[in-house]
């Protein structure tokens, strides 16, 4: 999938609110260029977290992940263990999902920073 049919399937699932930051918008520079997207229903940024987020590029904590590269992105979604479990077979914290290279493409796998604390989909 690309980036826009991603941003077409979450705003079709009814009350998300989906963030471009972008130079001018009052957003940190380092956000300019991901996308964030919030359950918000109301259309008021909430004070949690969003729900998932498509990384654009390398953040100085992950390099490993050559986001950097033509086209490449990364789609982070929170998931639940017991569904990281069903959908990866292992659970987050258990080492087979920490060895997964981030920079492979089409693959699931623990998010590569803060993955082994559980529940995030990379």
């Known amino acids: 999938m690309e980036v826009n049919e991603i ?63 033509p086209g490449a992105f990364r789609l982070n979604v929170t998931a639940g263990t017991a569904q990281f479990r069903e959908l ?7 080492p087979a999902g920490h060895d997964v290279d981030p920079s492979t493409v089409d693959v699931l796998f623990a998010h590569p920073v803060y993955g082994h604390l559980g529940g995030s989909l990379w």
């Open 7 to 69: 941003i077409d399937v979450a705003e079709g699932l009814g009350g998300v609110l989906t963030l471009k930051p972008q130079p001018g918008d009052g957003s940190p520079e380092i956000s300019w260029g991901d996308i964030f997207f919030y359950y918000a229903p109301d259309g008021v940024v909430p004070a949690s977290q969003p729900f998932a987020t498509i990384v654009t590029k390398d953040y100085p904590e992950d390099r490993g992940s050559q986001l950097d590269r």
């Open 88 to 94: 990866t077979g292992r659970g987050p914290r258990e």
